[in-house]
């Protein structure tokens, strides 16, 4: 399974615990220094080749602790575009808390993910 640089970026901090999206974009921006006007597109596309691949899991979370999450009956590519969609209707992802106004995902690894990783030693993963 061949993964893209920023994928497999993303894949190595979601093995150790699940995020929000506004948490990895920060993290892509702050610990990766990618620019915040690129953070949001890379972020995208690197969870959706990680949909793709059946190795992310994700709730969609409208007003973040403050209304329940809701949880797709499926993980694939368009089911995560249209989540993602959700969350950034009103205005771009930027860092921050999420809210009512900022809905997001929190994103966790599958079982497929755990399991690549432990097998194939982590980095190793996609390359």
Known sequence: MKLSPVARRIASYLVDAPYTLH???AILIKLDGVPSDEAPALLRDALRELATQSLIEWS???????????????????TFMEDWNRCTAK????????DADHP????????????????????????
Request: without cysteine; charged residues 20%; aromatic residues 12%.
């Open 91 to 98: 205005q771009s992802l930027v860092p921050g808390v999420p």
């Open 23 to 25: 948490d990895l974009v």
């Open 60 to 78: 969609f979370e409208p007003d973040w602790g403050n209304a329940p999450s809701i949880r797709p009956t499926q993980f694939g590519p368009d």
């Open 104 to 127: 997001t995902l929190f994103v966790d690894r599958s079982s497929n993910l755990r399991f690549l990783w432990r097998r194939k030693g982590g980095e190793s993963v996609g390359a």
